[in-house]
Structure formats: C-alpha cells, structure tokens
C-alpha cells in the first residue's frame, strides 16, 4: 500500500503476491483467534482414495488445529487484499 500511495500519480506495474496459504503456517494471531478449534470440521476421504503415509497417524484434534490454522491464513490474505481493494481509488 505505500508503493501505492507514493506513486498514485505514476503510471506503474505492480505485483501483490501472497506465499500464503502454504507452510509455514505463521498466521497472525488476530487471525487465530477467529477461529474455534473444536467447531472445525474433518477432512472428508473418500473410499478410493489413498492417505500419504505421515498423514495416517495425525489425530482428530490435530486435523482441526490444522484446519484451523489454515483459515486462518486464507483470511489473512483476504484482508490483505482487502486493503488493497479499499484504496482502489489509486488504481486504474
């Protein structure tokens, strides 16, 4: 936003890219907080599909944690982006 801002009167190219919402799983905790744990719901498998070895011992609670934490980074870059968009005003 402040590249935005300094150069409002300039025409320029910018990029917004977000690493988010891949590890590490850093969300700030603002973030974190907007989401209950125990309200996440569990993966779905499906029968015919196969689980990768490492994620078969993961439990219930740790599946929601993740799950958790992973909202939590989409909503990160959505406010973001928000912000972004909120200053419109500075982009064609």
């Known amino acids: 936003m402040n590249f935005i801002r300094r150069h409002k009167n300039e025409t320029f190219f910018a990029i917004a890219g977000f690493y988010a919402p891949h590890t590490p799983v850093n969300p ?4 974190v907080d907007m989401f209950d744990v ?3 719901p569990l993966p779905k498998i499906g029968k015919n599909e196969e689980i990768m070895p490492f994620l078969k011992d993961i439990s219930p609670d740790k599946w929601r944690e993740i799950i958790a934490y992973y909202y939590a980074l989409v909503s990160h870059v959505d406010d973001c982006v928000g912000k972004i968009m909120s ?3 500075f982009l064609v």
Request: aromatic residues 10%; glycine residues 0%; proline residues 10%.
């Open 28 to 31: 700030p905790k603002r973030f």
């Open 38 to 40: 125990k309200e996440m």
């Open 87 to 89: 200053n419109r005003k």
